[in-house]
């Protein structure tokens, strides 16, 4: 898949990237290229649309990094466009519920559906050891409900046995129930398609999902039919709650307008791509992954990620330039978690400021992940301008009022003005002579640890 769309985008993005100056005519141009590029591969029109104007908005409003062109700026622009189009990194299929967890497959006839049920089943079993019982509820065509019984047993997974005669809600209540007198983790039901959408289909989802109330419900389409897969999409999700969709067969020869297009049509993560027949043909979603292979201009989107971590770089220190001299207030400690958060947490700042790189490593066990910094960068919100510049004269009338505000606790807002003075003393004693305590004993006392 993607194969034309990528030589495509190449082409344009090739003549760009080496170009030391782009006026906006350049850009506008290019996006043309990209826009025909796009429509070619089969791309949703509105996706299209929405994609253009925002590289384009992007570009224009671009600063363009030291050591990087704008051509190579504008693949980076479309490179993370391309991104948030495709959607939302590693979504998961969640099991987090009380077992056995139902997830209903539901999809036309000959998406893929009864293959990608066992490829699921398959690594859900190997690779995260969960008991797992597959029901096919294809009531309309036995020879669907053998086949799932033969991949079951092809791939060391139980199916529950067939009876004929009973109706598709009828099998998942038995299926649901067989999972929990059995102990079985997750119970996947495996609805029954139709060729096209029909109204008689749609019925019967709805039934199964209402009887069998399913925590995941996968939508598997076909991504060589483009367009036509996110219109059934659509209708799926006009009518039952669909929680992720599995595009099939890409690799095949598809345009890629069915991946490039899911999300922004349907709202709905793509979390699995089926790559192949065999049983162990399926692989998580991720879109800059995708984007790359799109692409294939990784070396050029990490060269512009890295200039803009340079200045990041630059920006860490003036802070730490400002903390020297004693005037580190809470403003710069707020900018200095905002920059945390973008570049990777506490391990990068500290790769950034003079005398630190050896306490990297005692970071990692100082639990500075990014939700404390979260959670740290709201109590700031929550203060007044006077407060952040005048940390001293918090009291704990104002403590309590900033821990209600920032949905913290008072003791969370100590910690962080803990923090401050710690950092601030740390880096005017390191502005001075060294000190005996070392850089372990300030960081140490900079985490109130
Ligand atoms: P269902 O009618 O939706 O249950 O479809 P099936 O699971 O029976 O699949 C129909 C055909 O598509 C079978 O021959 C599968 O082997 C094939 N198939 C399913 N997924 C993939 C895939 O990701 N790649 C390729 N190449 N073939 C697939």
């Given at each position: 898949m993607f194969e034309g769309l990528s030589t495509r985008l190449s082409g344009i993005l090739d003549r760009l990237k080496g170009r030391g100056a782009l006026s906006e005519a350049d850009v506008q141009e290019a996006m043309r290229e990209v826009r025909r590029a796009l429509l070619e591969a089969d791309v949703a029109l509105e996706v299209v649309r929405s994609f253009t104007d925002k590289v384009r908005d992007r570009a224009v409003g671009a600063e363009v990094l030291k050591s990087v062109t704008p051509g190579q700026m504008v693949v980076k622009i479309v490179h993370d466009t391309l991104v948030d189009t495709l959607g939302t990194d590693g979504v998961a299929i969640d099991l987090v519920a009380v077992p056995p967890v139902p997830i209903m497959m539901v999809g036309l006839q000959g998406s893929g559906k009864t293959t990608t049920t066992a490829k699921i089943a398959k690594r859900l079993f190997e690779k995260q050891k969960k008991k797992v019982l597959m029901a096919s509820?294809?009531?309309?065509?036995p020879a669907a409900m053998e086949q799932l019984a033969s991949l079951g047993k092809q791939i060391g997974v139980d199916t529950l046995p067939i009876v004929t005669g009973q109706s598709p809600v009828q099998i998942a209540r038995r299926a649901i129930e067989a999972g929990r007198l059995g102990g079985y983790d997750v119970v996947m039901l495996d609805t029954a398609g139709r060729t096209h959408v029909d109204e008689a289909m749609m019925m019967e989802v709805a039934e199964v999902e209402r009887a069998a109330k399913p925590h995941e419900t996968l939508l598997v389409v076909d991504s060589l039919t483009g367009q036509d897969a996110v219109n059934v999409a659509r209708s799926f999700t006009g009518r039952v709650n669909v929680t992720g969709v599995v595009l099939t067969?890409?690799?095949?020869?598809?345009?890629g307008g069915a991946a490039l297009s899911m999300r922004a049509v349907?709202?709905?993560?793509?979390?699995?791509?089926?790559?192949?027949?065999?049983?162990?043909g399926l692989e998580d979603f991720h879109p800059s992954r995708v984007a790359n292979r799109i692409l294939g201009m990784g070396d050029i989107v990490s060269l512009v990620e890295k200039a803009a971590e340079s200045i990041d770089a630059e920006q860490g220190m003036a802070i730490a330039r400002k903390m020297q001299q004693g005037k580190f207030d809470l403003d710069d400690l707020g900018q200095q978690l905002d920059q945390m958060l973008k570049i990777g947490g506490m391990q990068g700042l500290m790769g950034m400021l003079p005398g630190m790189k050896q306490a990297k490593q005692q970071l990692a066990s100082a639990n500075m992940d990014d939700k404390v910094i979260k959670r740290q960068r709201a109590v700031i919100q929550a203060m007044t301008r006077w407060e952040r510049r005048n940390p001293?004269?918090?009291d704990g009338k104002r403590r309590r009022r900033i821990a209600k505000g920032s949905g913290t606790s008072p003791e969370e807002v100590n910690k962080l003005l803990k923090m401050h003075r710690g950092m601030a003393d740390m880096m005017k004693s390191m502005g001075g002579?060294?000190?005996?305590?070392?850089p372990m004993a300030g960081l140490a006392n900079m985490f109130g640890l």
């Open positions: 509820l294809d009531t309309r065509r067969r890409v690799d095949g020869d598809g345009r349907t709202g709905k993560p793509i979390k699995l791509l089926g790559t192949g027949e065999k049983m162990d001293k004269e918090i002579a060294q000190g005996k305590r070392g």
